[in-house]
């Protein structure tokens, strides 16, 4: 089983069906170099990379925006057409007045499996006591929350919010909450390193960005600024693939992992036992 963790598909043709929302996702995102791609694309993608399942995504940024840029709705209906191949998270703006209603809506009614949350753009730190009812719930239900960390290319952020090191009291306060470091922090790779080693609810996925290629960028990230040790004996329970496509590549990302000299049982594990894991099973 080979499962991406961090897949955003606001540009997904079945969700975009609205001109001026599509307008909004490329100026929100700033992202304008893509058209909308249909099932059958992204589907051939994923073969292609050999992936099995796509972990997808929400993006509510409520507050800057009036709306969200992808509704939990709009996740549910894409995990409605493929249930085999997509894996919903839901999404809210945390510091929205509707966001614990929201969230328990996504989780009991629209059945989505965890939360994205993105402090650098909506402006909180992790510690931040105003979403403890937001933990609470996901604590409830039993759902993981997938973080933004490190640098953001979107518009309106903030790196000081989503700096690694800013989610250790959550962690510690909160042991049974399963939390995802996505990018793995980068820059700040040996902080999430540091979480990982120290909390064992602290997960982090290989969604980095690479400003060369995907090779040459996880061969520094993985073998020298975090020795290929790390991760093939201590952290290897705790990594998961994610590609952050459709800004990156998951061809050339999937390929570049199978590159770093990793045991086959490493492997596997990052491919997507750690996913499963993380998500409570499939």
Same mark, same amino acid.
């Given at each position: 089983?080979?499962?991406?963790?961090?897949?955003?598909?606001?540009?997904?043709?079945?969700?975009?069906?609205d001109?001026?929302?599509?307008?909004?996702?490329?100026d929100a995102?700033?992202?304008?170099?893509?058209?909308?791609?249909?099932?059958?694309?992204?589907?051939?993608?994923?073969?292609?990379?050999?992936?099995?399942?796509?972990?997808?995504?929400?993006?509510?940024?409520?507050?800057?925006?009036?709306?969200?840029?992808?509704?939990?709705?709009?996740?549910?209906?894409l995990?409605?057409?493929?249930?085999?191949?997509?894996?919903?998270?839901?999404?809210?703006?945390?510091?929205?007045?509707?966001?614990?209603?929201?969230?328990?809506?996504?989780?009991?009614?629209?059945?989505?499996?965890?939360l994205?949350?993105?402090? @650098? =753009?909506q402006?909180?730190?992790?510690s931040?006591?105003? +979403?403890?009812?937001?933990?609470? $719930? %996901?604590? &409830?239900?039993?759902?993981?929350?997938?973080?933004?960390?490190?640098?953001?290319?979107?518009?309106?952020?903030?790196?000081?919010? @989503? =700096?690694?090191?800013?989610?250790?009291?959550?962690?510690? +306060?909160?042991?049974?909450l399963? $939390? %995802?470091? &996505?990018?793995?922090g980068?820059?700040?790779?040996?902080?999430?390193?540091?979480?990982m080693?120290?909390y064992?609810?602290?997960?982090?996925?290989?969604?980095?960005?690479?400003?060369?290629?995907?090779?040459?960028?996880?061969?520094?990230?993985?073998?020298?600024?975090i020795?290929?040790?790390?991760?093939?004996?201590?952290?290897?329970?705790?990594v998961?693939?994610?590609?952050?496509?459709?800004?990156?590549?998951?061809i050339?990302?999937?390929?570049?992992?199978?590159?770093?000299?990793?045991?086959?049982?490493?492997?596997?594990?990052?491919?997507?036992?750690?996913a499963v894991?993380?998500?409570?099973?499939?």
């Amino acid at each position: 089983m080979f499962i991406d963790m961090h897949v955003h598909p606001a540009f997904y043709e079945p969700i975009n069906g609205d001109s001026r929302k599509e307008d909004l996702r490329h100026d929100a995102l700033d992202i304008h170099l893509n058209g909308t791609a249909p099932l059958e694309h992204i589907f051939n993608q994923m073969s292609c990379a050999g992936l099995d399942r796509l972990c997808l995504l929400p993006q509510d940024y409520r507050r800057e925006h009036g709306e969200p840029l992808v509704a939990n709705e709009e996740i549910k209906a894409l995990v409605d057409l493929a249930p085999d191949k997509f894996i919903g998270f839901a999404g809210v703006d945390p510091l929205h007045k509707d966001a614990e209603e929201d969230l328990e809506y996504a989780f009991e009614e629209l059945g989505l499996r965890g939360l994205k949350l993105h402090p @650098s =753009r909506q402006h909180f730190y992790p510690s931040d006591e105003r +979403l403890a009812k937001i933990y609470d $719930i %996901c604590e &409830a239900y039993k759902k993981p929350i997938v973080f933004h960390s490190g640098l953001s290319w979107e518009p309106n952020t903030l790196s000081k919010y @989503s =700096r690694p090191a800013e989610f250790e009291e959550l962690a510690a +306060l909160r042991p049974g909450l399963k $939390i %995802c470091l &996505a990018h793995f922090g980068w820059p700040w790779v040996q902080e999430t390193a540091m979480l990982m080693l120290k909390y064992p609810n602290v997960y982090a996925d290989t969604g980095i960005l690479y400003f060369d290629n995907a090779w040459e960028f996880y061969k520094k990230v993985f073998t020298q600024d975090i020795p290929a040790s790390w991760i093939d004996r201590s952290l290897r329970h705790q990594v998961m693939f994610g590609s952050n496509n459709p800004r990156f590549e998951q061809i050339r990302m999937a390929d570049a992992l199978t590159k770093l000299g990793f045991r086959e049982s490493t492997l596997e594990l990052v491919k997507g036992k750690n996913a499963v894991e993380f998500l409570g099973g499939l």
